[in-house]
Antibody, heavy 119, light 107 residues
Framework: EVQLLESGGGLIQPGGSLRLSCVAS????????MNWVRQAPGKGLEWVSGVSNSGGKTCYVDSVKGRFTISRDNSKYMLYLQMNSLRAEDTAVYYC????????????WGQGTLVTVSS | DIQMTQSPSSLSASVGDRVTITCRASQGIRNDLAWYQQKPGKAPKRLIYSASNLQSGVPSRFSGSGSGTEFTLTISSLQPEDFATYYC?????????FGQGTKVEIK
């Protein structure tokens, strides 16, 4: 059974930094791309970032480019999201999400971790 | 970036009703579209992949159709457990994009 468990969320002041982590189990982590998706309170889902299975290719939504960095450690079955220069509008539940092999949509989700950016 | 326009944003329906939700893509995405159901406080759950394929374990009252730019999720006979918010996701190109969501409420 695929399991994804996020951690690292919390309350952070505007301009601060936070690193989210996601530990994966139940599948061969190095075979699959991974994504981060967020959901602001009372709002819809927003795709944030993706990384290829090797970690060699990354992609970001425009609103986080230059501030967020996605990475992975395949030996540890870990996915990360380094978030710098945080803004109030980054407040959201952040979901770790596994990408399927074929099709390459999101086939499994973590339970999410809440990031609150506020002074 | 590909924009996904989902409609309606909300609807009220009764148990047993047939419900249809639409997603339109700003450019052709073949059948690279999935549908998700989300209940309050929970992570989304995949219902449909590749536009029309039912996820294992999902009731057959859910179905998807479409290709190119227009896609539909249909619930043939709404059940109490189907009251939730539904999202489409295009994975044809990065950045991936979700529709705005459709909240299905009890009439």
């Amino acid at each position: 059974e695929v399991q994804l468990l996020e951690s690292g969320g919390g309350l952070i002041q505007p301009g601060g930094s936070l690193r989210l982590s996601c530990v994966a189990s139940g599948f061969t982590f190095s075979n699959f791309a991974m994504n981060w998706v967020r959901q602001a309170p009372g709002k819809g889902l927003e795709w944030v970032s993706g990384v290829s299975n090797s970690g060699g290719k990354t992609c970001y939504v425009d609103s986080v480019k230059g501030r967020f960095t996605i990475s992975r450690d395949n030996s540890k079955y870990m996915l990360y999201l380094q978030m710098n220069s945080l803004r109030a509008e980054d407040t959201a539940v952040y979901y770790c999400a596994k990408v399927g092999w074929d099709p390459q949509d999101i086939d499994n989700w973590g339970q999410g971790t809440l990031v609150t950016v506020s002074s | 970036d590909i924009q996904m326009t989902q409609s309606p944003s909300s609807l009220s329906a009764s148990v047993g009703d047939r419900v249809t939700i639409t997603c339109r893509a700003s450019q052709g995405i073949r059948n690279d579209l999935a549908w998700y159901q989300q209940k309050p406080g929970k992570a989304p759950k995949r219902l449909i992949y590749s536009a029309s394929n039912l996820q294992s374990g999902v009731p057959s009252r859910f179905s998807g159709s479409g290709s190119g730019t227009e896609f539909t999720l249909t619930i043939s006979s709404l059940q109490p457990e189907d009251f939730a918010t539904y999202y489409c996701l295009q994975h044809n190109s990065d950045p991936r994009t979700f529709g705005q969501g459709t909240k299905v409420e009890i009439k």
